[in-house]
T-cell receptor
Framework: NAGVMQNPRHLVRRRGQEARLRCSPM?????VYWYRQLPEEGLKFMVY????????ESGMPKERFSAEFPKEGPSILRIQQVVRGDSAAYFC??????????????FGPGTRLTVT | GEDVEQSLFLSVREGDSSVINCTYT??????LYWYKQEPGAGLQLLTY?????DMKQDQRLTVLLNKKDKHLSLRIADTQTGDSAIYFC???????????FGAGTRLFVKA
């Protein structure tokens, strides 16, 4: 059973370009979470999605950032018109269920975005 | 809002015990977690504890929870060089899905 997969692992974008980060959850998992980790900091929750639904996006900046988890295919985190402050590691996690107990989130290896 | 705090660094000698501490503010936390992050990798769940438990032991790992003081600790017995990593304390909010992470404790193990 393959783990959570993210690609690309490293992404370099110039200011003003768009960044697309992909996350394929573990087989059988229908819940996806995106986190951002700035250098020397912990992970900050961005968004929680189920298939075709955004459940909670309270941690996502209102502008330039969007996320989707279509019925088929990976979850996508999209950052438009990137700025230097967007440089960070973006982690995706998946779980078989959302609420309820107990649950675990399985993390992918992350995408390291560098904005030049 | 919810907050999780940890000390940033810990250095121990190989074979000694390591104790990593964490405090949290959300009194309605349901689950508390310890994750390990090795360089360039994602987070690996080490262990978790329900808020109605005081202690959980799993091989070399012992988790202690003081709910009154909102204090969580992770003890690693017989620490090895392979234990060198960043350890994150985390808790789930009342909804059960949004995980709040501390900034991480960098554990250095000296041979």
């Amino acid at each position: 059973n393959a783990g959570v997969m993210q690609n690309p692992r490293h992404l370099v974008r110039r200011r003003g370009q768009e960044a697309r980060l992909r996350c394929s959850p573990m087989k059988g998992h229908s819940h996806v979470y995106w986190y951002r980790q700035l250098p020397e900091e912990g992970l900050k929750f961005m968004v929680y999605l189920q298939k075709e639904n955004i459940i909670d996006e309270s941690g996502m900046p209102k502008e330039r950032f969007s996320a989707e988890f279509p019925k088929e295919g990976p979850s996508i985190l999209r950052i438009q018109q990137v700025v230097r402050g967007d440089s960070a590691a973006y982690f995706c996690a998946s779980s078989p269920n959302g609420q309820g107990a107990p649950y675990e989130q399985y993390f992918g290896p992350g995408t390291r975005l560098t904005v030049t | 809002g919810e907050d999780v705090e940890q000390s940033l660094f810990l250095s121990v000698r190989e074979g000694d015990s390591s104790v990593i501490n964490c405090t949290y503010t959300d009194s309605s936390s349901t689950y508390l977690y310890w994750y390990k992050q090795e360089p360039g990798a994602g987070l690996q769940l080490l262990t978790y504890i329900f808020s109605n438990m005081d202690m959980k032991q799993d091989q070399r790992l012992t988790v202690l929870l003081n709910k009154k003081d909102k204090h969580l600790s992770l003890r690693i017995a017989d620490t090895q060089t392979g234990d060198s990593a960043i350890y994150f304390c985390a808790e789930t909010d009342t909804g059960g899905f949004k995980t709040i992470f501390g900034a991480g404790t960098r554990l250095f193990v000296k041979a």
